[in-house]
């Protein structure tokens, strides 16, 4: 049954007829996320997952609100299915998706994540932190400048940093593009 709407899908991806009944009801892309979503759900290995979940995650347009709940719906049915849950961190297998916080004072051991399941699977790290060191000012086409002002606009008699209520200005003409910075 899925691999036929599969192929429906399929068909009506390469159709240039208009609908038959509302132009505004139902779209090829709310079909496939729906498609994958009852598939996964169902546990039928008669859909390619990733081809459909391509297709859903290259929209390149605003999503209606029916194609936005189903493509999340199709998120969470992947989430959830325990078929993808192969994944097993220093030995220990995973339950549920592999999502892990580390705050400075971790030991900086390696992690060896495996995947023992069947199928391919994509892994993607993000790593993000605060610098401890000063940045520079940089950028392309960007520069960075400071002036500072009083709460009613004039500027201070000494810039150097006073406590006290202070704002910056993000509108220094210089006669490039420019990006400021509140303080």
């Known amino acids: ?20 009944w509302r132009a505004d009801y139902g779209t090829n892309l709310r079909d496939t996320a729906g498609l994958l979503t009852l598939a ?7 859909i390619d997952r990733d081809r459909l979940s391509t297709q859903i995650g290259s929209a390149d347009r605003s999503l209606s609100t ?9 998120a969470h049915a992947l989430i959830e299915d325990s078929a993808t849950h192969a994944l ?31 199928r391919d699977t994509y892994l993607t790290v993000t790593s993000l932190g605060v610098p401890d060191y000063p940045l520079t000012a940089g950028g392309y086409g960007y520069e960075i400048t400071r002036r500072y002002f009083t709460p009613d606009g004039k500027t201070p008699r000494s810039t150097a940093r006073a406590p006290g209520p202070a704002c910056g200005c993000p509108d220094h003409n210089t006669g490039s593009r420019k990006a400021g910075r509140a303080l």
Request: hydrophobic share 35%.
């Open 1 to 20: 049954m899925f691999g036929i709407a599969a192929q429906a899908i399929n068909n009506q991806r390469q159709s240039t007829t208009k609908p038959l």
């Open 40 to 46: 996964v759900e169902a546990g039928s290995d008669h």
């Open 66 to 74: 029916q194609e936005t709940v189903w493509s999340l719906m199709a």
């Open 88 to 118: 097993t961190v220093n030995g220990a297998p995973q339950d549920g998706p592999l999502i892990r916080h580390y705050e400075s004072d971790m030991a900086l051991d390696p992690l060896t994540i495996r995947n023992t399941g069947p």
